[in-house]
């Protein structure tokens, strides 16, 4: 078992910058690949940005390349999500997943432990 925990969220004017992070503990959290998701109100939860648990297999979602930086500390068993340029579309509650399984994957239902979600609110 893997738990996660998130942490960083909060209320930021529109241009702005947040540094999310993903505490794990349970296991040895190298061994797992991490992503995290986002989801607004209203609709379903959303790809953001996904790494192997080396640190390698880096992927984003379209909406937040050259924006967000996905990134790990193994000897912290943290990942972490560094946001900049936020835009009012960028509002949702924000959860970090692991999985156990090797690859890269960028669909919700590859990742066996979630967090509680951190909310993120820009204003415009």
């Known amino acids: 078992q893997v738990q996660l925990v998130e942490s960083g969220g909060g209320l930021v004017q529109a241009g702005g910058s947040l540094r999310l992070s993903c505490a794990a503990s349970?296991?040895?959290?190298?061994?797992?690949?991490a992503g995290w998701f986002r989801q607004a109100p209203g609709k379903e939860r959303e790809f953001v940005a996904t790494?192997?648990?080396?640190?390698?297999?880096?992927y984003y979602d379209n909406s937040v390349k050259g924006r967000f930086t996905i990134s790990r500390d193994n000897a912290k068993n943290t990942v972490y999500l560094e946001m900049n340029s936020l835009k009012a579309e960028d509002t949702a509650v924000y959860y970090c997943?692991?999985?156990?399984?090797?690859?890269?994957?960028?669909?919700?239902?590859?990742?066996?432990?979630w967090g509680q979600g951190t909310q993120v609110t820009v204003s415009s």
């Open positions: 349970g296991r040895t959290f190298a061994g797992y690949a």
């Open positions: 997943a692991a999985t156990s399984r090797s690859g890269t994957y960028a669909y919700s239902r590859a990742y066996e432990y």
């Open positions: 790494i192997r648990g080396s640190g390698g297999g880096i």
